[in-house]
């Protein structure tokens, strides 16, 4: 067996396994004992559940037969064209527009408690008109790739990250801050309280002698990645030291791993149900779940977030200012920005592909997670598209044709997973997990068959079909197996998986995809 059919170190197969386990466990599919070219086929009892919303049936219509893509889109120039209009001249920055702020939100919902991981701060009685419920806030903020800060979310353990005193009245300096805030357009929601790090609960919970990575010269970015940029490695206390006595901008703990190095150390917002991180953390051991620690003027340049993903941040002290650029700004001029700051307490949500940079308007600590839900997976595939076409310049600028695919594919694998964290092979593990998992919800009896609940399940199973679609058109081989496109799946997944269970995987993929789905009755 030559080494491009042998299965590559990557543990997809524990993960592989379980997927399968289930789909015949539920009687979703089954061996194929007619077809010697398919391993699977749709089991000759399953039956996909036909459902039937009551009362909220026009709103699920909206969702189940949206083409969410355009709905991103369209959401998103239509966001930004009511913000050119607003635009105010007269500030120090005439292209930039300070008074323009995004939806401040509030969630409310009775899971929403500690036992769930988050709850929100204050009552029901606290909550006005902008409250919303998980639900709403889906459908107005993810599924339209709209940001927003939202107020009421807190995660319980960070709050012993800090001390919290509050001044009796507000001093003079903060006055003329209140005031200079209020000249920039800037919301200083909590100008009288003041909020200092906890250090002596680092020292003693994260340990003195932790190493943590300090990130120098963070200011330049391009589509979501660095430029080169030094790394020290300093202990916690001596971080702290740097801190106190030697405060620098260009010093900033960042990217720190800090959930994952001490586990649980607070739960997901289950408002962003994440299927990538759990994914990345089974099979590849990494994840994008950071804790960012900067002083006064630490800041991240422009860049959108890896991979296409969502992202949260959550200020558990400090004050950070937020960049988000216009689409047509493709050089950083801030032409046209938005500009919002985010004060202590609250959760920036950040969507799919919105280029930003962020700066610290005080020393700041804040929980960060790159994360991805199910119904949006096109975008991740999206990103390894266009990784793949300049992975494709690069081989033919150093003259590896595009028809060696298959002497190449675990090297064009490789490089695409140490260009943006992910390969082919790894997605669509990744989605043959995601869509076996809705539809065993969906054909399993546990299913609450609650309005919004059930809608969401379809509307995620519509998605990742879709997305399953997709990505088996590139399947493209000619009559001597050769591929006839950049991506060529199968070639991909065998160099990876090994022959065997690369086919098996090809095999699974085309016979759920012929699970269909009538939304007439939504």
């Known amino acids: 067996m030559s080494e491009q059919q042998q299965p590559h ?49 026009a709103l699920h219509s909206t969702i189940l037969n949206t083409d969410i893509r355009r709905l991103r889109r369209d959401c998103e120039k239509k966001f930004w064209a009511s913000r050119d209009n607003t635009v105010t001249k007269g500030s120090c920055n005439e292209d930039v527009s300070p008074s323009i702020d995004i939806d401040r939100i509030r969630i409310m919902d009775n899971t929403m408690n500690e036992k769930n991981g988050y709850h929100p701060n204050g009552n029901s009685s606290d909550m006005g008109s902008d409250t919303m419920t998980p639900f709403q806030f889906k459908q107005n903020y993810l599924h339209r790739n709209i ?28 006055q003329t801050q209140q005031q200079q805030d209020d000249h920039e357009g800037i919301a200083s929601i909590n100008s009288h309280k003041k909020a200092t790090i906890n250090t002596q609960w680092f020292l003693e919970n994260v340990g003195e002698d932790t190493i943590v990575p300090v990130r120098i010269n963070q200011e330049g970015y391009e ?39 001490f586990q649980d150390l607070y739960k997901n917002p289950v408002i962003f149900y994440d299927v990538l991180n759990p994914f990345l953390i089974e099979n590849e051991g990494g994840d994008y779940r950071f804790v960012y620690w900067g002083c006064k003027g630490s800041k991240t340049g422009i860049h959108s977030d890896v991979l296409n993903s969502f992202s949260w941040s959550y200020n558990v002290v400090g004050k950070k200012r937020w960049t988000f650029y216009h689409p047509d700004d493709l050089s950083g001029s801030t032409k046209g920005a938005m500009v919002v700051i985010q004060d202590k307490g609250e959760m920036m949500y950040v969507p799919s592909g919105w280029r930003h940079s962020v700066e610290n308007l005080e020393e700041t600590i804040s929980v960060n997670h790159n994360w991805m839900m199910a119904g949006a997976l ?8 266009d990784e793949i076409g300049a992975i494709e310049g690069e081989l033919s600028a150093w003259g590896m044709a595009s028809d060696d695919m298959a002497d ?39 299913l609450v068959h ?73």
């Open 408 to 446: 190449l594919s675990r090297v064009r694998e490789d490089m695409l997973r140490g260009c943006v964290g992910m390969d082919v092979t790894t997605f669509c593990v990744l989605v043959l997990g995601c869509f076996v998992d809705c539809l065993v919800t969906l054909v399993s009896d546990d």
């Open 223 to 261: 589509d979501g990645r660095a430029t080169e940029c030094l790394t020290l490695k300093m202990t916690m206390k001596q971080w702290i030291h740097h801190q106190r006595n030697d405060p620098d901008p260009k010093h900033y703990l960042k990217d720190w791993h800090m959930q994952s190095l």
């Open 147 to 174: 940001p927003c800060i939202i107020q009421n979310i807190s995660l319980p353990i960070t709050n012993e990250w800090y001390n919290d005193s509050t001044n009796e009245s507000i001093s003079v300096s903060a």
């Open 450 to 522: 609650a309005d919004d609940n059930e809608a969401e399940q379809w509307f995620d199973f519509i998605c990742i079909r879709k997305v399953l679609g997709v990505v088996l058109e590139n399947t493209n081989e000619d009559n001597e197996g050769k591929a006839t496109n950049m991506i060529a799946l199968r070639l991909r997944l065998i160099s990876t998986l090994g022959h065997n269970l690369g086919c098996e995987v090809m095999d699974v993929m085309h016979a759920l995809y012929e699970i269909r789905i009538d939304c007439t009755g939504f």
């Open 378 to 385: 096109d975008c991740v595939f999206a990103c390894l598209v």
């Open 9 to 57: 170190t990557l543990t997809l197969r524990a993960s592989l396994s379980k997927t399968i386990e289930k789909l015949t466990q539920h009687k979703i599919l089954s061996k194929s004992p007619l077809h010697a070219e398919a391993a699977f086929c749709i089991h000759p009892q399953f039956e996909l559940p036909t459902r039937t919303p009551p009362s909220a049936s």
